[in-house]
């Protein structure tokens, strides 16, 4: 029986020995949360934290893992209470298809742990082996600095205000250039 302890709840599994952390999550747990796609190391929608560290789940071997914590999406709120990186994620908008959001998610709560007040090259650092296919990066990138500003300044949520969050929505459906994008952020 190989124990682990994921999302601060041990489990006895029987494993072989040969498993990934991403089927044992997904198949034998049902935490579905973490993402399939590429199973190379390819993409990051399969990203959780080891012991606070962003690793890929696809290619890590589950029975190594004895003793180390594990925490994944579902790990991360507190009852019906978002952590403040996910609750950043919604309120910015940059959840998009959803599909990459998980591990995203996962490399910025990583990255903001080690460093609330990350520069831009630090967010493109984190996240760089995650790919968002809806190419929602500057939302993406609003969203984790607003996180970090929230997690330093020991607020709950990342909350956009309600002026411009309502200027955004104005704006969304209309479709905008980049150009535009960064006009409304001034």
């Known amino acids: 029986m190989t124990k682990l302890t994921i999302n601060n ?3 006895s599994l029987d494993l072989k020995g040969h498993e990934t952390l991403l089927e044992v999550l997904r198949d ?13 190391s390819e993409c990051g929608t399969c990203t959780v934290n080891i012991n606070g560290k962003s690793v890929l789940s696809c290619i890590t071997l589950a029975a190594d893992l004895e003793g180390e914590e594990v925490t994944t ?3 991360l709120a507190d009852e019906d209470t978002l952590h403040p990186v996910q609750q950043a994620f919604v309120d910015y908008g940059a959840v998009q298809c959803g599909f990459c959001i998980p591990g995203m998610i996962m490399s910025a709560k990583a990255l903001l742990d080690k460093n609330p007040n990350p520069t831009q090259e630090d967010i493109e650092y984190a996240l760089d082996g995650n790919i968002c296919r809806c190419a929602g990066y500057p939302k993406i990138f609003d969203a984790v600095r607003k996180a970090g500003e929230c997690l330093q300044n020991g607020t709950a949520n990342a909350k956009v205000n309600s002026e411009k969050k309502e200027k955004f929505k104005s704006t969304m459906a209309k479709g905008l250039t980049y150009e535009e994008f960064l006009k409304l952020k001034e």
């Open 9 to 11: 709840k041990e489990y």
């Open 73 to 75: 999406i579902e790990g």
């Open 28 to 40: 034998h747990l049902s935490l579905t949360g973490t993402k399939t796609a590429c199973e190379e």
